[in-house]
């Protein structure tokens, strides 16, 4: 039976999702299909990954044609890109989504970042000198947007990617639909318990993204050398111990905290042993042993080389950078 993350609001998701970034076209919708033939519930989308549509026919396909999930069983969660932050653009962003993914209504629609591009069609919209063109919209007249969205029916829940503390917190001050979900990076080298506590406080789950320290990430900017998070000692060690892969260790380790977790895979084995960590616990010394090896390290920052081989982080110029602050 799949376990769940919830809060004392009453919202509740699955523990265990697939996740669809760098999923390649004319695999994604197969991996959806044998991730809900796995027992999957949840499936993580955006409308920046690209693959919206067809991880919408294989949903369909699941539904309608193969019959082995009801619509009502199945949690979808999207987000809002950055160049759909203006209130007018929230609505129709959204409803293009459920087009895509050929549904009625999401179960959590999350703002993916804090901070606003120029309103187009492009996904990374550029000044004349290839900067990126970062625009002022006011993430709380956003929230407003998606707030309206809830009460049309688009959407069940709502709520924050990328956001940190203070953001959360000026959110809150205004919401009349409090957030109840906020996705943000967490791996063994990136634990973010600062940030973790405070969502509880305010009633608020986690999801943790690139929870392996995404080895392939397609940003590096080689400061702090290779990170194999499957190569980690300690880490292995356990693994061996209760006869379980270092992937499933890591997931579980997220389980004991309560946050839930998306692994991205295309590979069946693969999307089976990820939802397979529900039969082990890890002891309170292992636990402290993955709490070790806390680095503040996070590796989801995209970097870009311009011509003159300087290295940029493409998102930091903007005023609502989120990662300037502790958590």
């Known amino acids: 039976m799949t376990d769940y993350v919830s809060s004392p609001s009453g ?6 999702g697939l996740g669809t970034w760098q999923a390649k076209p004319n695999e994604i919708g197969e991996a959806v299909v044998n991730a809900i033939r796995a027992g999957y519930k949840l499936i993580d989308c955006a409308p920046v990954y690209g693959n919206e549509s067809e991880i919408g026919c294989a949903i369909k396909r699941c539904i309608e044609e193969l019959k082995i999930i009801k619509r009502e069983d199945l949690f979808v969660t999207s987000k809002l890109w950055s160049t759909k932050h203006n209130p007018q653009d929230v609505e129709p962003a959204l409803k293009e989504s459920l087009k895509n993914l050929k549904l009625d209504y999401l179960d959590l629609y999350l703002i993916h970042w804090p901070f606003a591009l120029k309103t187009c069609d492009e996904v990374f919209p550029t000044n004349p000198d290839g900067s990126l063109s970062f625009v002022y919209v006011d993430y709380k007249e956003t929230w407003k947007a998606m707030e309206c969205c809830v009460r049309k029916g688009l959407v069940r829940n709502i709520g924050l990617s990328n956001f940190n503390s203070q953001q959360i917190t000026e959110i809150l001050n205004v919401a009349t639909i409090e957030p109840v979900n906020l996705q943000i990076e967490i ?9 973790v506590d ?10 943790s993204y690139s929870s392996f320290a995404s080895p392939q990430k397609p940003w590096d900017d080689n400061k702090n050398g290779p ?8 880490l292995q060690k356990i693994a061996a111990s209760h006869k ?8 579980r380790w997220l389980n004991e905290r309560k946050i839930a ?3 991205k895979s295309v590979t069946p084995s693969r999307i089976l042993e990820n939802n397979q960590i529900f039969d082990f616990c890890l002891t309170d010394e292992e636990m402290k042993q993955v709490s070790s090896l806390n680095r503040d390290l996070r590796v989801i920052i995209p970097i870009v080389v311009d ?12 005023p609502q950078f989120p990662f300037n602050v502790e958590f």
């Open 227 to 234: 990170i194999n998070i499957f190569q980690e000692p300690i």
């Open 11 to 16: 919202f509740r998701m699955p523990a265990v």
């Open 307 to 318: 011509k003159d081989g300087k290295k940029i982080n493409w998102f930091a110029s903007s």
């Open 261 to 263: 977790v998306v692994p």
């Open 198 to 207: 405070f969502c509880r406080q305010h009633k608020m789950t986690v999801t």
């Open 244 to 251: 379980k892969t270092v992937a499933q260790v890591v997931l």
């Open 187 to 195: 791996h063994p080298y990136l634990q973010q318990s600062k940030l």
